[in-house]
């Protein structure tokens, strides 16, 4: 049973569309992920919140938008988005002690998303 | 050059032999190494640690060179389940203590 869950687990949506992805963390971490997996590709790591704040945002197009509203759950925002778009979004948390470098990281189901 | 790179494969593997594969990374400042696993269309999930000294759990076996700047997964008495994509992944304080993932390498055991 995993400790990171998302919804929906699958999402087919035209390229008007306004849709929201959903993950929540019910092991107690601190900070939040949002990867892209295309086919064949690595993960791409997309957002970084730590301690509800944003840290990284790696020159995503503003499509994507996320929202950490506290601690346990993290939003992705879609909007207009491309048919190259289209991936597996994966959502991790992690304990994120302060000045250490272990980051071990814990991944929720993912998002098989599909634009048309 | 890519940050860490991996040999994609696949790996065939005839049940009960052992593999064996590595991973490069070109941050030699990098201080955490893992493995992680990944079944198809599943979410990654952590095999193992990497540590200094070489570590074995089980049937694993990882190991570090750091002044080549590799590590590697054997797997000994491969099983069926053991058929999967293993994802090498480094983490580097310097880069922003952020985990930087590895296409992976395709494992297929066969009976």
């Known amino acids: 049973e995993t400790g990171v869950t998302q919804t929906p687990r699958h999402l087919v949506m035209g390229m008007t569309n306004k849709k929201s992805l959903k993950c929540e963390q019910h092991?107690?971490?601190?900070?939040m992920y949002w990867y892209k997996q295309s086919a064949k590709k690595p993960l791409e790591l997309m957002f970084v919140?730590?301690?509800?704040?944003?840290?990284e945002n790696n020159s995503v197009p503003s499509r994507f938008s996320p929202e950490c509203p506290n601690s346990s759950h993290l939003f992705l925002h879609l909007h207009t988005l491309q048919p190259e778009d289209s991936a597996l979004y994966l959502c991790?948390?992690?304990?994120?002690?302060?000045?250490?470098?272990?980051?071990?990281?814990?991944f929720g189901p993912g998002t098989r998303l599909t634009v048309l | 050059r890519k940050e860490v790179e991996q040999d994609p494969g696949p790996f065939n593997v005839p049940e009960g032999a052992t593999v064996a594969f590595n991973c490069t990374y070109s941050?030699?400042?990098?201080?955490?190494f893992f493995w992680y696993r990944q079944d198809c269309r599943k979410e990654p999930k952590l095999l193992m640690s990497?540590?200094?000294s070489g570590n074995e759990d089980g049937r694993f076996t990882a190991q570090l060179n750091r002044a080549s700047q590799y590590i590697s997964l054997l797997i000994r008495d491969s099983k069926l389940s053991d058929s999967a994509t293993y994802l090498c992944?480094?983490?580097?304080?310097?880069?922003?203590?952020?985990?930087?993932f590895g296409g992976g390498t395709r494992v297929l055991v066969k009976p």
């Open positions: 991790a948390s992690s304990q994120d002690p302060q000045g250490a470098i272990y980051n071990e990281q814990f």
């Open positions: 092991l107690g971490h601190n900070a």
């Open positions: 919140y730590s301690l509800e704040e944003r840290v």
């Open positions: 941050n030699s400042a990098s201080q955490s």
């Open positions: 990497v540590y200094s």
């Open positions: 992944v480094v983490n580097s304080k310097a880069a922003g203590n952020k985990l930087t």
